[in-house]
């Protein structure tokens, strides 16, 4: 349509009605005000389809990674984050763990009618910045508005498409006995920020979301060992989850060291007050690696070397003994079982 011929545009009201999602006029001032002023920077307009050039996502690697997430964290911005950061580092991490470049990235969102449109101003101003910062363009999108208590404030859906690195041989069944755990950093702050922005906890200083794009430090870590095994990124389910289901897969167990543990003091405190365990707590910028041993170090010195992985620690190794265990050598000398997450510790985390 020729903008000149459009009617004048009418100011935005100050809650999103279902008339914003009618596909008439009123939703194209929404998509326009909100979202194309927030994403304005991307490579490519927002259409119902994005288009790539293919020799130019051959010059990367030879494969394709694809992934989508939903995200419906409560409360909708938190120390550290909100629900848009978390979106695209979420969908940029699930293709980053895979040994891929995320090259793109999409965006759904569902409104509840009634939320303030200074609120998804904000979360799609967020999208964009965090997009940017990573390199990764949104280049598409939907918008959609129900009525109220058909869900509640927002709702997000991400997909990201990537290009795997030639030569990388990435998956959850190939951990082989003797190869190294690795994490990044501090486990468990993004479970603690949502419970502290919730006003569950009375902390004297607030514990920020790990949320951050992890592409960057993965790169960096390939470089250096290019023989890793498998990449997971513990979210919901935290760490104990991602190591049960690689012992399950790959027929191997797997041996911790609570001492080694990096956790921060506070989520430590918290934890025993509630009654959880730091293990369990979602993570949105941490990764767990299994190495190969005679990589181990090269992988670690490139992890600490990354601002994302400065307080990179090894937590164990894969062993042949229990194969689909994960056992923890208990910081008083024993023995416990790590299982697999029953149930849901936090609920709308991310």
Same mark, same amino acid.
């Given at each position: 349509?020729?903008?000149? $011929?459009?009617? *004048?545009?009418?100011?935005?009201?100050?809650? %999103? +009605?279902?008339?914003?999602?009618?596909?008439?006029?009123?939703?194209?001032?929404?998509?326009?005000?909100?979202?194309?002023?927030?994403?304005?920077?991307?490579?490519? @307009?927002?259409?119902?389809?994005?288009?790539?050039?293919?020799?130019?996502?051959?010059?990367?690697?030879?494969?394709?990674?694809?992934?989508?997430?939903?995200?419906?964290?409560? @409360?909708?911005?938190? *120390?550290?984050?909100?629900?848009?950061?978390?979106?695209?580092?979420?969908?940029?991490?699930?293709?980053?763990?895979?040994?891929?470049?995320?090259?793109?990235?999409? !965006?759904?969102?569902?409104?509840?009618?009634?939320?303030?449109?200074? +609120?998804?101003?904000?979360?799609?101003? #967020?999208?964009?910045? +965090?997009?940017?910062?990573?390199?990764? @363009?949104?280049?598409?999108?939907?918008?959609?508005?129900?009525?109220?208590?058909? !869900?509640?404030?927002?709702?997000?859906?991400?997909?990201?498409?990537?290009?795997?690195?030639?030569?990388?041989?990435?998956?959850?069944?190939?951990?082989?006995?003797?190869?190294? %755990?690795?994490?990044?950093?501090? $486990?468990?702050?993004?479970?603690?920020?949502?419970?502290?922005?919730?006003?569950?906890?009375?902390?004297? #200083?607030?514990?920020? #979301?790990? !949320?951050?794009?992890?592409?960057?430090? %993965?790169?960096?870590?390939? =470089?250096?060992?290019?023989?890793?095994?498998?990449?997971?990124?513990?979210?919901?389910?935290?760490?104990? #989850?991602?190591?049960?289901?690689?012992?399950?897969?790959?027929?191997?167990?797997?041996?911790?060291?609570?001492?080694? $543990?990096?956790?921060?003091?506070?989520?430590?405190?918290?934890?025993?007050?509630?009654?959880? =365990?730091?293990?369990? $707590?979602?993570?949105?910028?941490?990764?767990?690696?299994?190495?190969?041993?005679?990589?181990?170090?090269?992988?670690?010195?490139?992890?600490?070397?990354?601002?994302?992985?400065?307080?990179?620690?090894?937590?164990?190794?894969?062993?042949?003994?229990?194969?689909?265990?994960?056992?923890?050598?208990?910081?008083?000398?024993?023995?416990?079982?790590?299982?697999?997450?029953?149930?849901?510790?936090?609920?709308?985390? !991310?």
């Amino acid at each position: 349509m020729n903008p000149h $011929l459009r009617p *004048p545009r009418r100011a935005l009201p100050a809650t %999103v +009605t279902l008339a914003h999602g009618g596909g008439g006029s009123a939703m194209r001032d929404l998509i326009e005000e909100v979202f194309i002023a927030a994403f304005a920077g991307s490579d490519a @307009p927002l259409e119902d389809q994005a288009r790539f050039d293919l020799a130019a996502l051959a010059a990367v690697g030879d494969r394709l990674a694809f992934t989508t997430d939903s995200f419906v964290v409560d @409360p909708l911005f938190f *120390p550290g984050g909100d629900i848009g950061k978390l979106a695209v580092c979420g969908t940029i991490n699930d293709i980053a763990v895979g040994g891929a470049r995320p090259v793109a990235l999409s !965006c759904a969102i569902i409104v509840e009618e009634g939320l303030p449109v200074e +609120t998804l101003r904000r979360v799609a101003g #967020s999208m964009a910045a +965090t997009a940017r910062a990573a390199g990764v @363009p949104i280049v598409t999108g939907d918008t959609k508005v129900v009525a109220r208590g058909a !869900c509640d404030k927002l709702f997000i859906t991400t997909t990201g498409i990537g290009v795997v690195r030639a030569g990388a041989d990435i998956g959850i069944g190939r951990a082989r006995p003797g190869d190294v %755990v690795l994490v990044n950093g501090l $486990l468990g702050d993004h479970g603690a920020a949502i419970l502290d922005a919730r006003g569950d906890l009375a902390l004297e #200083s607030a514990i920020e #979301s790990d !949320c951050a794009p992890l592409h960057g430090l %993965v790169g960096a870590l390939l =470089d250096a060992a290019p023989g890793t095994r498998s990449l997971r990124d513990a979210t919901r389910g935290g760490v104990a #989850s991602v190591l049960n289901e690689l012992a399950e897969a790959s027929g191997v167990g797997v041996r911790l060291r609570e001492l080694d $543990l990096p956790v921060r003091p506070e989520v430590v405190g918290f934890c025993e007050i509630l009654g959880l =365990d730091p293990l369990y $707590l979602a993570n949105e910028g941490k990764l767990v690696a299994i190495v190969p041993p005679e990589q181990a170090e090269a992988a670690l010195a490139a992890l600490r070397a990354h601002p994302l992985g400065r307080e990179a620690q090894a937590i164990g190794r894969v062993v042949e003994t229990r194969p689909g265990r994960v056992v923890m050598e208990t910081r008083f000398g024993g023995e416990r079982i790590v299982d697999m997450l029953v149930g849901d510790q936090l609920p709308r985390i !991310c």
